[in-house]
Nanobody, 123 residues
Framework: VQLQASGGGLVQAGGSLRLSCTVS????????VAWFRRAPGTEREFLVA????????YYADSVKGRFTISRDYAKKTVYLQMNGLKPEDTAVYYC?????????????????WGQGTQVTVSS
């Protein structure tokens, strides 16, 4: 399976963006897909994951209530809708997959990874 993230950009504080993660390959919808981000000088941070067939989702406290994950099975794409963006949300955002299908928040549980998309929130 391969992942490609897109949709990043520059937005003002309080604005919204929707990131897309296209998952290609065999049976992509069977994979858990998660979103992470990495700000300069920090470790990669888990944001949210949706399990196989979206039976479970799990959000980090830092984005709960502002970010929403969803999946379009026909388009084989997982979205991250980000509302109420803050300057501290500025980071490179990555999507990643796990074939076991459960919910995981550690970077080591995910492979492969998409290439990342830059989100910049201005104050």
């Amino acid at each position: 399976v391969q992942l490609q993230a897109s949709g990043g950009g520059l937005v003002q504080a309080g604005g919204s963006l929707r990131l897309s993660c296209t998952v290609s390959g065999r049976t992509p919808n069977r994979y858990t897909v998660a979103w992470f981000r990495r700000a300069p000088g920090t470790e990669r941070e888990f944001l949210v994951a949706t399990s196989r067939f979206d039976t479970s989702t799990y959000y980090a406290d830092s984005v709960k209530g502002r970010f929403t994950i969803s999946r379009d099975y026909a388009k084989k794409t997982v979205y991250l809708q980000m509302n109420g963006l803050k300057p501290e949300d500025t980071a490179v955002y990555y999507c990643a997959a796990n074939e076991r299908g459960g919910i995981y928040s550690n970077t080591d549980d995910y492979h492969p990874w998409g290439q990342g998309t830059q989100v910049t929130v201005s104050s």
